[in-house]
C-alpha cells in the first residue's frame, strides 16, 4: 500500500474509531493515536524524506491537512460526546417545581433559652427589669458583697474556678446583685422607685457530675427591694412564678435554708415532675427537687450596695434555671442539656 492509500485508509478509520467512542477518555486516546508523538500522521510524515522533492511537497500538504482534519474531527467528536453526558445528567435530575416548598432545616431554641425567655416575660409583666451580667467576676461580687468574707465556710458549697488574676468564673447569679442595688439606688431614694430586678445567667462550679448536677447551669437571681417589704411579698411573686411557668398547680414546700445574704432564708422545693413525688434518679430519689432558693436580703447586703437597711428591705430568690426546664419538659438527666445532642434537642420548638 503506498502512502496515498494509506492516508485514504487512515480518513476512513478514524471517522469509524470516532463514532465507536464512548468516552472522553477514548477520544484523547485515539488523538494520541493518530496525531501524537507516535501516531498514524507522525508516522505518514516520517516517509517523506523517502519521496522526491515534488512528491514530498504535494504529499506533505494533504498530511498537513489531514492533520487539521484530524484534529478538528477529534474536537467535534469530544465537544458532541461532552454535550450529551450533560444531556443525559440533566435528563436524569427532577424537574424544578417552583411550588415545592423549600426544604430548609429550621433550627429550634434550647430548651433553657425557652424556659428563661418564658420566665423573663412573666416578670416583666410583673413590673421587673431583665439585667445582664459578667461570666467573669471579682471574690467581692460573688463573695465579699453578699455577706460571705474569706475563709467563710459557705464559699465551700461553691468549688469555684479562678482565673490566674485572681478573678473567677461566677459561681452564682447572686453576684450581681451588688452592681444591681448600685444602679437603681438612686432611683429607690430619690424617687422611692423600688428594685424590682432579674438576673438570669451562666453558673460555673467544680461539681462532679450526675443526673440533676452540672459544673455549668443556669440561674436566675431576681431581687425586690423597697419599702416594707416582706416574707409574705417574697412567697406571693415565687407562687405567681411557678404557676405561670408551669400552667398547672404544683406542689411546693418551704423549708429553712442557710445563705449568708438573707436572713431568714428559705428552701423552696418543688415536688418532683419525673416522678410524681416517687423518687427518681432526678430528685435523689426524695421526690423534691430543690429548686428557688430565697430568703429577704441581709442588712449587710443592703448596706454594701449603698442602701440603708433601717429604712429599705427587700427579698431574693436564685432559680435554677437549668432545673426549671428539666422539670417543665420532662428531661431525666441535666447533661443532656450540655450535651450538644441536635437529636434530643431539636423536639423544642419556640
Ligand atoms: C445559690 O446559688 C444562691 N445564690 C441562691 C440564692 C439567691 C439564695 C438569692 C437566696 C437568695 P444554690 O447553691 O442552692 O444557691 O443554687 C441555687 C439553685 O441553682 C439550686 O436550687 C439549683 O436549682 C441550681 N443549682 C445549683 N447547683 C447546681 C448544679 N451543680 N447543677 C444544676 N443546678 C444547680
Redesign the pocket.
Known sequence: MNNEEMLTQLKERIKTDLTAAKEVADIEALRVSYLGKKGSITDLLKCLKDLSEDERKTFGQKVNKAKEEFTALIDDAKKKLIENEVKKELDSMPEFDMTMPPRIRRGSYHPITLVQRECEEIFRSMGFTVEDYSEIVSEYECFESLNIPKDHPARD??DTYYLENGQLLKT?T?AAQNAIYRKYRDALINEGKPIKAIFPGRCF?N?STDA???NT?F?M?GVYVGKDINISNLIFFMKTMLSEVFKRDIKVRLRPGF?P??EP?FELDINCLICGGVGCPSCKHSGWL??????MIHPEVLKAGGIDPEEYTGF?????L??LAMMKYGIKD?RDLNSGNLKSMEQFQA
Do not use: K, N
Request: hydrophobic share 30%; aromatic share 14%.
Open positions: 458549697m461553691q452564682q447572686s462550679r461539681e440533676c448536677h452540672e447551669f440561674q437571681e445563705f445574704f438573707v432564708g430543690e429548686l428557688c432558693p430565697c430568703g431574693a430568690f436564685g432559680r435554677g437549668t432545673r441535666i
